[in-house]
């Protein structure tokens, strides 16, 4: 699945130490060594991808349920009420959050609670998926504990399994975040993004960036909202150097600015904040029993 071994210079490191005690005489400490750093790397792998099976009982069902979600956001019967567009989570969160660079959730939640600069506060995981309701849905907020943050964020916390916790003290991003394109993003050109839009985007999302079958809309109405992440030029470009094409992400850095300054460029919904939160009786809710001591 997911691909972390042991990087070249640590290969070069231990095959060196390896020698160096055989040539002591040492070879059972080489041998050691040698078989602790590939059960390291197994074990990399192991934490980091997607874990084999689901949790047993009613939690694993939680976690298929928030699974269903991500992938049939706007059209799950539980999420679609505070959905405002067409988008899903796995539209930008590719294949469930499941690839390891395109809005990743592999280890997202070992890094919350974490510092929000936006809020300017800690958040917990489940207010930053609530979050993305009201911006890269365009919808509403959903409550806290709702049976639809619940689920959601049971799934993500089920794709960190194994991860080593480390609290976010800078901003509320997993450990797997789209790292930012080093590049001067003032000189992205929507002209000539329009051109490598038509060649590598139209089919999927459309003439008019209204979405088809193949993929979803990526400007107008039926698309994130100017307070989404993916509003800004650098979060759209750094994203789609790792993202798209779907399937064979070719574009070079200066395309995927330029297509992201194409695709900003064009209107999408105004984000005000009191009309995405629900009313305030309606912010948090208790689901469970209430006749316990």
């Known amino acids: 699945m997911i691909h972390l071994g042991v990087d070249e210079r640590t290969d070069r490191e231990s095959g060196e130490m390896v020698r160096k005690m055989a040539r002591t005489s040492s070879w059972i400490a080489g041998l050691s060594l040698l078989l602790g750093v590939a059960a390291n790397w197994a074990l990399a792998q192991e934490v980091e991808g997607v874990p084999d099976g689901y949790p047993p009982g009613p939690l694993g069902k939680v976690v298929r349920l928030g699974e269903a979600v991500v992938f049939d956001t706007s059209e799950h019967p539980l999420s679609k009420p ?15 959050g499941t690839d390891p660079q ?11 609670p974490a510092w929000s600069p936006r809020e300017n506060r800690a958040i917990t995981l489940e ?11 365009n919808g509403t907020r959903p409550p806290n504990g709702s049976e639809v943050s619940v689920a959601i964020t049971t799934y993500i916390t089920w794709l960190s399994t194994g991860s080593k916790i ?4 800078e901003k509320s991003l997993g450990p797997r975040h789209v790292q930012p394109l080093k590049l001067d993003w003032k000189q992205a050109s929507a002209e000539r993004g329009k051109l490598l839009y038509k060649t590598h985007c139209l089919d ?17 109405q039926d698309s994130y909202n100017d307070g989404a992440g993916l509003s800004r030029i650098d979060k759209l470009g750094s994203w789609l150097k790792v993202a798209m094409p779907l399937g064979d992400p070719i574009l070079t850095d200066q395309e995927s600015a330029d297509i992201a300054a194409y695709v900003n460029g064009h209107d999408r919904p105004h984000f005000k904040l009191e009309e995405h939160l629900p009313a305030s009786d ?8 209430r006749d316990v001591p």
């Open 102 to 112: 395109a809005g990743s959730f592999l280890g997202t939640a070992s890094a919350y």
């Open 127 to 137: 207010d930053r998926v609530l979050n993305c309701f009201m911006r890269s849905e």
């Open 166 to 169: 480390q609290m976010n003290s």
């Open 204 to 220: 999927c999302h459309g003439q008019n960036g209204e979405g088809t079958a193949d993929g979803p809309p990526v400007w107008g």
């Open 82 to 96: 505070y959905v405002g567009n067409k988008l899903n989570c796995t539209s930008c969160h590719l294949d469930g």
């Open 282 to 289: 309606r912010l948090g809710e208790y689901n469970g029993k």
